[in-house]
């Protein structure tokens, strides 16, 4: 049975040794509706509460996981904060792209925040924010804690780990990548979607369920990247190779292999 995040297409593969008309597969994106309920339904902006809950975002992903795409959202947003503050989240109507996530009735709600019903492309998981400071209000709150020291040679052999439990990335080599692991290099869970920011949701949202949330991702950062990462006490690695490796903040969580020369 195809997976629905995978289609298959036929394409024509243009190539010096010669042209071939042959089957290819690409990965799915559509867009998902996520919905809030609190303590009963949270009225629309139709006023049609009816149960479904109110609409807070639409963010284009890849199907699969999307309870768990939810979850993490809302969590990235500062919406919820741990596994408590979720009483339900199930899928919500025939289409299969809406998620309603019922709340805990006494969570505090901000709900001018949820006025602004953004749209997210699956490309940058910041594209709509509506300033810089959207982006780092929650961050600088919500310092990571902990004396935890991962190994150098654990760090390096990350990313092939990773790259092994891609199944979505070796049928349509598009997809991202978000892999959980322990100390020890041990692969907990990996996600996989068309957006590298919904990857990273989607595990945050399945370890909030385990009431975990620590991860690991693979790409290059950005200016705001390391600020963000600096800001929220997070120990930030990139370009890990079988040769090393950049610490770009906090460095004193990794153990390196050889001391500065």
């Known amino acids: 049975m195809k997976s629905p995040a995978h289609r298959d297409v036929h394409i024509e593969a243009l190539r010096d040794a010669g042209n071939v008309h042959r089957a290819d597969t690409i990965a799915v994106e559509e867009p998902l509706e996520i919905r809030l309920l609190k303590n009963g339904p949270l009225v629309d902006s139709t006023g049609d509460n009816g149960g479904t809950g109110r609409p807070v975002s639409i963010t284009m992903r890849t199907p699969g996981n999307d309870s768990e795409l939810a979850l993490g959202f809302l969590h990235g947003e500062g919406i919820i904060s741990a596994p408590g503050d979720v009483i339900d989240v199930r899928p919500c109507g025939p289409s299969g792209n809406v998620v309603r996530v019922t709340l805990r009735a006494d969570l505090p709600l901000e709900l001018d925040r949820l006025n602004r019903n953004f749209y997210t492309t699956s490309s940058c998981g910041v594209c709509g924010k509506a300033s810089i400071e959207a982006v780092t209000a929650s961050a600088g709150i919500r310092r990571v804690a902990g004396d935890m020291v991962v190994s150098e040679i654990v760090l390096r052999a990350l990313p092939d780990v990773l790259k092994a439990s891609q199944a979505g990335f070796a049928q349509t080599g ?31 949202g399945a370890e909030l369920m385990h009431a975990a949330l620590p991860w690991h991702d693979r790409g290059a950062p950005s200016t705001l990247a390391v600020e963000l990462a600096e800001s929220a006490g997070m120990t930030l690695v990139a370009f890990l190779r079988s040769g090393g490796c950049n610490v770009y903040c906090h460095p004193g969580r990794v153990r390196p292999v050889r001391s500065p020369s």
Do not use: P
């Open 174 to 204: 598009g997809m991202h990548a978000v892999g959980l692991f322990t100390s020890e290099g041990e692969l907990v869970a990996c996600r996989e979607d068309v957006g590298r920011h919904n990857a990273m949701d989607k595990l945050v």
